[in-house]
């Protein structure tokens, strides 16, 4: 049995090798955490209005804050359409993305919208109202993500571009269990690291990789299944286990 773990381990190791994510471009800021953002008021790309009414469709919404021209921005825009469908293929995730497009020289709402279209990005993006600006203001780099909850309360600011989807979505769900918890959601379920509903391969590969430091630490509660407040291999190795389903 020990064979078959230090097997799997190898291939997790493997697995994390291909996927090894940088976060030199993504520093640990918080100019807007504790802003408000309730009572914005503004348009999509289209014109459709859009108010802070839609923080109440989710527990966490991201709001990420980008430019046509800035070159890190467009780098990690593949990486939230790849998260945006994830949440909309699994509702119960209760996740919502939005873009925030930073008019800017060449960069307008028609040459936003056209950049968007080519892509095949579809997540939602609006024009910056003043409440908006604001917030990200706060900072003079794009691109520049936060994270709200459903009152309007900005809980994070990331500046910097997010390198994998992985990597994107680690740092989402951290926050989306965080502000599950603080409504009365569903509670930590151990092993699930990605916060799935389930413990899969998929979370011992992230537990691995967040214990070798090759992505930033989240959802802690459920990755530290030795209770020694760290994440680590030997978590690692349980997670691949509960998995297997060799341990409850």
């Avoid at 520049?144 to 390198?163: E, Y």
Wanted: with cysteine; glycine share 8%.
């Amino acid at each position: 049995m020990k064979k078959i773990i230090a097997i799997a381990m190898a291939a997790l190791l493997a697995l994390s090798s291909f996927a090894i994510v940088s976060a030199e471009n993504v520093d640990g800021t918080r100019e807007a955490v504790g802003m408000s953002i309730a009572g914005f008021s503004t348009q999509d790309l289209y014109g459709n209005p859009v108010t802070s009414e839609i923080l109440d469709n989710a527990v966490c919404t991201v709001i990420n804050e980008w430019a046509t021209w800035c070159g890190p921005c467009v780098s990690e825009m593949p990486h939230f359409q790849a998260i945006h469908e994830h949440y909309s293929a699994t509702p119960e995730a209760d996740v919502q993305i939005i873009g925030a497009v930073y008019v800017s020289g060449s960069c307008t709402p028609t040459s936003a919208l056209q950049f968007l279209e080519s892509n095949g990005y579809t997540w939602l993006n609006v024009r910056e109202d003043s409440i908006l600006q604001n917030a990200f203001f706060t900072t003079d780099s794009i691109p520049s993500t936060i994270i709200v909850d459903r009152h309007g309360v900005v809980r994070a600011h990331r500046v910097g571009s997010f390198t994998s989807s992985a990597q994107l979505q680690s740092y989402i769900d951290g926050w989306y269990q965080t502000l599950l918890e603080e409504e009365g959601g569903p509670q930590t379920i151990p092993g699930d690291v990605d916060s799935s509903g389930s413990v899969e391969m998929s979370d011992a590969i992230l537990a691995l990789r967040m214990s070798l430091e090759l992505i930033e630490v989240s959802n802690l509660e459920a990755g530290d299944i030795n209770g020694n407040g760290n994440m680590d291999v030997s978590d690692a190795v349980q997670i691949l286990r509960m998995a297997m389903g060799l341990m409850d």
